[in-house]
T-cell receptor, first 113, second 114 residues
Framework: KAGVTQTPRYLIKTRGQQVTLSCSPISGHRSVSWYQQTPGQGLQFLFEYFSETQRNKGNFPGRFSGRQFSNSRSEMNVSTLELGDSALYLCASSLASEGYGYTFGSGTRLTVV | AQSVTQLGSHVSVSEGALVLLRCNYS??????LFWYVQYPNQGLQLLLKYTSAATLVKGINGFEAEFKKSETSFHLTKPSAHMSDAAEYFC????????????FGKGTMLLVSP
């Protein structure tokens, strides 16, 4: 059974650019969550999607957005990149969203220069 | 609101020694609790979870944790450390009601010396 796949693994962008990250959940999983991990702030929740609907959103500016497709694959987009957006972005999938059984991908390491 | 406090950003043990990583939580409702492990340049791997069944939870790789409501704690233990246990460990909490998300602690880096 394939795990959670995140692409790309590494990304370097310039300030002001935008970026799109992709996440393919485990087959059959309908919930996809995104987390940002930085040395200073640790792991912070970005948003969660279930059946193409955003059900939860963390405390991030509107530059951070996401969506989920009918096949449960999810993308997150960050516009007008800032240096502080450099982080490891982790995607997690679950059958539903009861708060247990999350499986994480290996993450996308975004560096903003 | 929920929160997690992990005591000690770094814990050092010798190979073969007891591993004890501390986690205290705050939650207005009976929580679900988790321990995850992260190896360098990897995502998070679930070690074990507490979802209101047995208070002593056994996980993978010989780890276990005990839910103590009176102490609001969920400490992670392993009787004998192995070099391969060196990694960062995260405690997390979520609510069993509604559409909950995971709230993580700051993490504890476990260092294992030969």
């Amino acid at each position: 059974k394939a795990g959670v796949t995140q692409t790309p693994r590494y990304l370097i962008k310039t300030r002001g650019q935008q970026v799109t990250l992709s996440c393919s959940p485990i087959s059959g999983h309908r919930s996809v969550s995104w987390y940002q991990q930085t040395p200073g702030q640790g792991l912070q929740f970005l948003f969660e999607y279930f059946s193409e609907t955003q059900r939860n959103k963390g405390n991030f500016p509107g530059r951070f957005s996401g969506r989920q497709f009918s096949n449960s694959r999810s993308e997150m987009n960050v516009s007008t990149l800032e240096l502080g957006d450099s982080a490891l972005y982790l995607c997690a999938s679950s059958l539903a969203s009861e708060g247990y059984g999350y499986t994480f991908g290996s993450g996308t390491r975004l560096t903003v220069v | 609101a929920q929160s997690v406090t992990q005591l000690g950003s770094h814990v050092s043990v010798s190979e073969g020694a007891l591993v004890l990583l501390r986690c205290n939580y705050s939650s207005s409702v009976p929580p679900y609790l988790f321990w995850y492990v992260q190896y360098p340049n990897q995502g998070l791997q679930l070690l074990l979870k507490y979802t209101s069944a047995a208070t002593l939870v056994k996980g993978i790789n010989g780890f276990e944790a005990e839910f103590k409501k009176s102490e609001t704690s969920f400490h992670l233990t392993k009787p004998s450390a192995h070099m391969s246990d060196a990694a960062e460990y995260f405690c997390a909490v979520s609510s069993p009601t509604g559409y909950s998300t995971l709230t993580f602690g700051k993490g504890t880096m476990l260092l294992v010396s030969p």
